[in-house]
Nanobody, 124 residues
Framework: QVQLVESGGGLVAAGGSLRLSCAAS????????MAWFRQAPGKEREFVAA????????TYAGPVKGRFTISRDNAKNTVFLQMNSLKPEDTAVYYC?????????????????WGQGTQVTVSS
């Protein structure tokens, strides 16, 4: 198993940037594909970005493509989400997730391990 802890959320003005981090502990970090999801109030949890075990493959949801960048540091057991040009509609709780299926998938059900989430609020 793996335990995930997110950090880096906060309040930022529209157009600003934030960098989220997700620290993993437990089983070997490079065993997992990692992803970020988000959930806004009253909405379903949605895919944001995913990265393969060694970072060679990255996928993004349409609304964040070109603004967000997912990366990982396997030596530090950490995955990151760099968020630039933030918009009020990016406001949500952001969750880190892991799967051991060797594919950076985009479905909520494709991930077995989840962090507790970190709040991101973008003011207009």
């Amino acid at each position: 198993q793996v335990q995930l802890v997110e950090s880096g959320g906060g309040l930022v003005a529209a157009g600003g940037s934030l960098r989220l981090s997700c620290a993993a502990s437990g089983r070997t970090f490079s065993s997992y594909c990692m992803a970020w999801f988000r959930q806004a109030p009253g909405k379903e949890r949605e895919f944001v970005a995913a990265i393969s075990r060694y970072g060679l493959t990255k996928t993004y949801a349409g609304p964040v493509k070109g603004r967000f960048t997912i990366s990982r540091d396997n030596a530090k057991n950490t995955v990151f989400l760099q968020m630039n040009s933030l918009k009020p509609e990016d406001t949500a709780v952001y969750y880190c997730a892991a799967n051991d299926r060797n594919l950076p998938l985009s479905g909520v059900r494709d991930y077995d391990y989840w962090g507790q989430g970190t709040q991101v609020t973008v003011s207009s």
